[in-house]
């Protein structure tokens, strides 16, 4: 008989996993579902660097050809470091591999790094998902309890239903339901009053970029993320680490009328500098700051359910671990 799969979450680790489920599990392949929160997919959100073990794994499930097909990502085959008070660089964090054609190994397919929007990335899993037989998503659903047993998982929605699986994997983000109902109660994600300013940005004619696809400009005051993420490479994705004390929403929220502005201030505060003069145009320019907080998980903890029916994946088990690093002399 086919194995039932319970997924929690449609994120990336979501539909990923049920792709790879169904293609590499033997026959029969198993019956997917899976539960999403949210109404219908979110488009908030930045561009994501897709490394090449990535790529490797998204070629695999199918997913590469669909980002190809729709002319997603900006190729990026190093990430250039600069420091912002001389604007020289200072490494390059290379994709190009030994033969400077790709990371993989010899006779093997090689692949450097792509940037892409996480909403462009999640459509093109969604595409590949529901090609797949027997994979149902079921949008807007809230679980309030999950029970394992040796028989298997019972999730419970709001309103009284549930739905049974043989295991279920928790791939509900940092906030996850499955983590704080059932695996690992104790173990609670906290503000870390950091929060990702993110916004795209035109790229004048006459503003020549001094990185040929994605550049990290480090700072006292932080570091300054600046990409290339689509084809026609006529805009940049620029991003930036800010504290900020409240958090309007746990997943992201748009920044609303005059807050933009005081954005840019923060940002040209910190960046704009002579030495690297690129940086003042592409703040200027840009449009709809997305502030994105960051979340850490305290060290240690579970990611199994003790029947082993349950497992948590991705940002759900692993997001930003606290790591206390001992300070010398302290
Ligand atoms: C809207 C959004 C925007 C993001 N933007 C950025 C960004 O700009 N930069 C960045 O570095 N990372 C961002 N992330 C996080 C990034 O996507 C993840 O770090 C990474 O892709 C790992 O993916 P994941 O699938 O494990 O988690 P996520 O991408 O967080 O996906 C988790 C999924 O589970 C769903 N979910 C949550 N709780 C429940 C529940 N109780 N029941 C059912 N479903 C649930 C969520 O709606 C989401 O679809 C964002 C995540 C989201 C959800």
């Given at each position: 008989m086919a194995l039932q799969i319970v997924i929690i979450g449609a994120g990336i680790t979501g539909l990923s996993s049920a792709i790879a489920l169904k293609k590499y599990l033997p026959d029969p392949k198993p019956i997917i579902t899976i539960v999403e929160t949210r109404s219908a997919p979110s488009t908030i959100g930045g561009a994501v660097n897709l490394t090449p073990k990535a790529l490797r794994y998204l070629d695999?499930?199918?997913?590469?050809?669909?980002?190809?097909?729709?002319?997603?990502?900006?190729?990026?085959?190093?990430?250039?470091?600069?420091?912002?008070?001389?604007?020289?660089?200072?490494?390059?964090?290379?994709?190009?591999?030994?033969?400077?054609?790709?990371?993989?190994?010899?006779?093997?397919?090689?692949?450097?790094?792509?940037?892409?929007?996480?909403?462009?990335?999640?459509?093109?899993?969604?595409?590949?998902?529901g090609e797949q037989e027997g994979c149902e998503l079921l949008f807007g659903k809230d679980v309030v309890d999950i029970e394992e047993s040796t028989d298997g998982v019972r999730v419970g929605f709001k309103g009284g239903q549930s739905i049974h699986g043989d295991v279920l994997l928790g791939c509900d983000g940092i906030h996850s339901c499955v983590r704080s109902l059932l695996i690992d109660k104790d173990r609670k994600p906290t503000y870390t009053k950091i929060a990702t300013s993110m916004a795209v940005s035109n790229v004048r004619r006459e503003n020549q970029l001094r990185w040929d696809a994605t550049a990290l400009i480090s700072s006292r005051r932080g570091s300054f993320m600046a990409s290339y993420f689509e084809k026609s490479r006529k805009q940049q994705y620029i991003a930036v680490v800010l504290e900020t004390e409240e958090v309007n929403s746990r997943e992201g929220w748009k920044v609303k009328g005059a807050d933009q502005a005081e954005v840019k201030r923060q940002i040209l505060?910190?960046?704009?500098?002579?030495?690297?003069?690129?940086?003042?145009?592409?703040?200027?320019?840009?449009?709809?700051?997305?502030?994105?907080?960051?979340?850490?998980?305290?060290?240690?903890?579970?990611?199994?359910?003790?029947?082993?029916?349950?497992?948590?994946?991705?940002?759900?088990?692993?997001?930003?671990?606290?790591?206390d690093i001992p300070i010398e002399g302290a």
């Open positions: 695999h499930l199918g997913v590469l050809e669909v980002l190809h097909a729709e002319g997603a990502g900006a190729e990026c085959r190093a990430i250039e470091l600069f420091d912002l008070y001389t604007g020289s660089k200072t490494a390059d964090l290379d994709f190009r591999g030994r033969d400077g054609d790709g990371i993989g190994k010899t006779g093997s397919k090689k692949y450097f790094a792509m940037r892409v929007m996480r909403k462009e990335l999640q459509r093109a899993l969604l595409k590949v998902m505060e910190r960046f704009d500098n002579k030495a690297i003069p690129e940086l003042r145009q592409l703040v200027e320019d840009a449009g709809d700051w997305t502030l994105y907080p960051v979340y850490k998980l305290p060290h240690g903890g579970r990611w199994t359910a003790p029947g082993g029916r349950c497992i948590l994946l991705g940002d759900a088990a692993h997001a930003v671990l606290v790591v």
